[in-house]
C-alpha cells in the first residue's frame, strides 16, 4: 500500500572517487557529498561524481524516518520507489514501469576522462547479454552536460574541411595511417554519399585506434619534439595544446593522437552539452550537472588505464557529424543555453525521452514555484541556503548545500532563498514532452 508523502524525501547519496577527479576540498564533488552525508573530506582523495538516483553502483537512500522509512534501517530510493510505483505517476509507469529513468549527477574533472561512447539501446542489450560483468545494463545512456565552471571536453567528429586540415599539418597521422588512407581522406568530395564516406572514416580511424603502444610512443615522441620546436617559432593552436596535455596526463596512449578527430568544446558556466548514442566524447576538466538515462554502460578505446573494447567502439559510432555536407554543418556539436521559464528558472530539454533539467539562481529572500508535474523530480542544492515545501503543507524544511531531495508526480515545490545570499539549485526530471 503506497504513503502518503507530504513534504520531499530527503536522500543520502553515493560519490564515486575515480582518480580523474578532483583531489578533496578542491572538488565540488567533494564538498557536496560531505555536507550530504557528514562524512570528512579526504584532503588526498580524488572525487569525481555524485550520484542521485537508483543505479546499483551508486545508490541514493532514503534518509530514515522519511515518510515512513523505518528509523532503524535505511532503503534505498530505488526500493522505495518499487513499493510506492505511483509515486512516478501515471505516464511514467506505463513507460518505464517502477524504475526511474534518469540518472542525476555531479561531476569534479581534474584530467581527461576516456575517449568513449554508449550504446544505443539495441546494442545495450546485446553487450549486456554478451558480456554483463563489462556491460552491465541493457539500457541506453544519452547524457547531457551542464556547466557549472567552465568546462572543455572533446565531442563528436570534426568537419571534413577540418580533418583535412588535421592531415596537412600533422605528419605523425599519415605517417600512422599511410598515404594512400590520407588521400582516401583529402579526396573525399561534397557530393560523395554517406555511406561511402562513413566507411573511408571508420577505416581511417580504426587504424588510428587500433595502432600498437609501440607505434603511438614512438609517433607521439615526434609530436612532442616537432610541437617544441615549432612552439619557439609560432603560437600553438588549442588542439595541438590539448594534446601535449593529454599527452603529460596519458603518456603513449593512443587517446592523445585521437583528440585531432573530435571537436574540442569549451562551455561557459551555465552552457549546456547533449551527447546521444553511439558519439564519441571525453570530458576534459572543469566541474558540471550530468544527466542521463539510468544505465552506466560506457565502451572505451583510449585515454584510460581501464578495459578497452576498440572493435565495438569504432563499429558503433555514427561518423555522422563529419558526414554532414558542409553547406549543412561544421561538425560542431550543439550548445544549448537554457530557455528562461521564469525570472529565476531555465530549462535545458535534449532530444531525449528520459530527462529535462532545470536551473533555479534565486537572489536572497526571493521565492519562486515549481508547478506540480505528472513526472518525478530529484532536486540538489549546490550553493546557498534556503526553506523548501511542497503543495499546500504548512511545514518547511531548511534547505543548504549538498541536500538532495526526491519529490513525488504531481507535487508542488516552493523555494525561498535565505537572507545571507542566494539559492543555486538544480532539477531533474523526465522530459516534459512525454508527460
Known amino acids: 500500500m503506497e504513503m502518503e508523502v507530504s513534504r520531499p524525501l530527503n536522500l543520502r547519496c553515493s560519490v564515486q572517487k575515480y582518480d580523474w577527479g578532483k583531489l578533496g576540498e578542491e572538488s ?22 555524485f550520484w542521485m538516483g537508483t543505479h546499483e553502483s551508486g545508490p541514493s537512500f532514503v534518509v530514515p ?15 522505495w520507489i518499487l513499493d510506492n ?7 511514467v509507469v506505463d513507460r518505464w514501469g517502477s524504475e526511474l529513468p534518469f540518472l542525476f549527477k555531479v561531476l569534479s574533472v581534474a584530467k581527461a576522462l576516456s575517449i568513449q561512447a554508449h550504446p544505443d539501446k539495441e546494442l545495450a542489450r546485446v ?24 568546462f572543455t571536453a572533446l565531442c563528436g567528429f570534426v568537419s571534413i574541411e577540418e580533418l583535412k586540415d588535421v592531415l596537412a599539418g600533422v605528419p605523425e597521422i599519415v605517417e600512422l595511417i599511410g598515404d594512400e588512407n590520407a588521400s582516401k581522406v583529402l579526396n573525399i568530395k561534397e557530393q560523395d554519399g554517406y555511406m561511402e564516406v562513413k566507411s573511408i572514416l571508420r577505416s581511417i580511424f580504426t587504424k588510428v585506434i587500433s595502432a600498437s603502444k609501440e607505434a603511438v610512443s614512438e609517433l607521439l615522441s615526434k609530436l612532442k619534439c616537432r610541437l617544441n620546436v615549432e612552439h619557439k617559432i609560432r603560437m600553438l593552436t ?9 599527452e603529460k596526463q596519458y603518456p603513449a596512449d593512443v587517446g592523445v593522437i585521437s583528440a585531432f578527430f573530435f571537436n574540442y568544446v569549451k562551455l561557459s558556466p551555465g552552457e549546456a552539452l547533449y551527447i546521444g548514442a553511439n558519439e564519441p566524447h571525453a570530458y576534459i576538466s572543469g566541474d558540471c550537472i550530468e544527466c542521463m538515462a539510468t544505465s552506466d554502460n560506457v565502451v572505451r578505446a583510449g585515454l584510460t588505464p581501464k578495459y ?3 572493435q565495438t567502439l569504432c563499429s558503433m559510432l555514427t561518423y555522422k557529424q563529419v558526414c554532414i555536407p558542409y553547406h549543412l554543418s561544421l561538425g560542431f556539436p550543439e550548445i544549448l543555453q537554457g530557455t528562461p521559464l521564469t525570472h529565476y528558472i531555465s530549462r535545458y530539454t535534449p532530444p531525449f525521452d ?3 533539467v532545470d536551473c533555479c539562481l534565486l537572489p536572497l529572500q526571493e521565492s519562486v514555484v515549481f508547478p506540480a508535474i505528472p513526472g518525478p523530480s530529484i532536486f540538489v542544492i549546490v550553493d546557498g541556503e534556503g526553506r523548501m ?16 531531495y526526491f519529490v513525488p508526480a504531481h507535487s508542488e515545490i516552493g523555494l525561498t532563498a535565505a537572507p545571507a545570499g542566494p539559492l543555486q539549485l538544480y532539477r531533474a526530471g523526465v522530459n516534459s514532452r512525454v508527460l
Not at 564533488?29 to 561524481?49: C, D, G, K, M, Q
Not at 547479454?129 to 565552471?149: F, G, H
Not at 588549442?238 to 593529454?246: A, G
Open 28 to 49: 565540488r564533488v567533494a564538498r557536496l557529498f560531505s555536507r550530504n552525508s557528514e562524512a570528512e573530506i579526504e584532503p588526498e582523495r580524488p572525487y569525481a561524481e
Open 65 to 79: 524516518g522519511e515518510s515512513g522509512s523505518p528509523d532503524s534501517e535505511p532503503v534505498t530510493l530505488r526500493k
Open 85 to 91: 510505483p505511483g509515486f512516478l505517476g501515471e505516464k
Open 127 to 150: 553487450l549486456h547479454r554478451m558480456r554483463p560483468s563489462i556491460y552491465k545494463d541493457p539500457n541506453q545512456k544519452p547524457e547531457m552536460a551542464i556547466a557549472l565552471t567552465d
Open 238 to 246: 588549442e588542439k595541438e595544446q590539448l594534446v601535449l596535455l593529454l
Open 308 to 310: 578497452r573494447d576498440v
Open 354 to 356: 528520459e530527462f529535462e
Open 389 to 404: 515545501r511542497m503543495g499546500s503543507a504548512s511545514d518547511e524544511v531548511m534547505v543548504t548545500e549538498g541536500h538532495v
